[in-house]
């Protein structure tokens, strides 16, 4: 029994350790192939298409779903702290530009996009297509892991924009017509109070973000295994390993941020 539990942890870390290895060999060669600027820009612009414009609808509908709970919060707490809906435009704007909007449009965009990679690659893997490409000399982290890297790094910071927006829009018509609070007071309220350091904040996450969601789901994709039951597997460890990462890197990057008085 307990030989066989220790076996079974000792072969847990082996199996830990040789993902790791394979996983940090995958970051090597896509900085290093993207350092010789050998980038099939074709790829990418139709990664960007499938990451960014088919994932807008989903992340623009969550952040405007999110803004409108948001303002309907905030108003009934002060509300009954203070008898009057106030502040309503500066906790929705903050809490949205710096740590919502960044946070649920990885998250959103891991479970649509992220998994949607890992399942193409991780098919194209068990039907040995990317061997074929071995065979006819091409290498597959510069034909198929580099243009989807670039696509994530260049269409998350723009879609966590256009959720700031539909974000703080959706907490306006709330707050309008719930609690009444006028235009010019809900939008003053965010001019008044946001600085550009806020929306900083929130933006430079969504890099750390691309690059991790971007890495994981080509990672799981191009090392599956075992059939049609192999790309689910990779297909669900993909998306769960990238929302974790994704909240774990949140606290951290927000403690670098803050330390460096980008708060």
């Known amino acids: 029994m307990i030989a066989n539990a220790?076996?079974?942890?000792?072969?847990?870390?082996?199996?830990?350790?040789?993902?790791?290895?394979?996983?940090?060999?995958?970051?090597?060669?896509?900085?290093?192939?993207?350092?010789?600027?050998?980038?099939?820009?074709?790829?990418?612009?139709?990664?960007?298409?499938?990451?960014?414009?088919?994932?807008?609808?989903?992340?623009?509908?969550?952040?405007?779903?999110t803004g409108m709970v948001l303002a309907l919060q905030t108003g009934a707490s002060s509300k009954h702290f203070f008898n009057e809906p106030l502040f309503v435009g500066t906790v929705v704007s903050f809490s949205l530009v710096m740590e919502l909007a960044p946070v649920?449009?990885?998250?959103?965009?891991?479970?649509?996009?992220?998994?949607?990679?890992?399942?193409?690659?991780?098919?194209?893997?068990?039907?040995?297509?990317?061997?074929?490409l071995y065979t006819l000399g091409t290498d597959p982290i510069r034909y198929l892991v580099i243009p989807r890297f670039i696509a994530f790094m260049c269409v998350l910071p723009l879609l966590t924009v256009a959720s700031d927006f539909t974000g703080i829009f959706g907490g306006y018509l709330v707050a309008h017509a719930k609690y009444q609070i006028p235009?010019?007071?809900?939008?003053?309220?965010?001019?008044?109070?946001?600085?550009?350091?806020?929306?900083?904040?929130?933006?430079?996450?969504?890099?750390?973000?691309?690059?991790?969601?971007?890495?994981?789901?080509?990672?799981?994709?191009?090392?599956?295994?075992?059939?049609a039951e192999g790309v689910g597997n990779a297909t669900t460890a993909a998306v769960v390993i990238s929302m974790v990462l994704i909240l774990v890197l949140d606290y951290f990057a927000t403690a670098v941020l803050n330390a460096f008085g980008i708060t």
């Open 6 to 65: 220790v076996g079974g942890f000792g072969k847990f870390i082996l199996e830990s350790a040789e993902e790791t290895g394979q996983f940090s060999f995958l970051v090597r060669s896509t900085i290093g192939w993207m350092t010789t600027y050998r980038i099939e820009w074709r790829q990418t612009l139709i990664q960007m298409v499938r990451v960014g414009v088919d994932s807008l609808p989903v992340t623009a509908m969550t952040a405007f779903f």
């Open 104 to 132: 649920m449009t990885a998250i959103v965009v891991a479970g649509r996009a992220g998994a949607a990679i890992a399942a193409e690659l991780g098919t194209m893997k068990v039907t040995e297509q990317i061997d074929a």
């Open 183 to 227: 235009a010019t007071v809900y939008w003053h309220d965010i001019v008044d109070q946001m600085e550009i350091r806020h929306f900083v904040h929130g933006f430079l996450k969504t890099f750390v973000f691309a690059a991790v969601v971007s890495l994981v789901s080509c990672f799981k994709g191009v090392t599956t295994r075992g059939g």
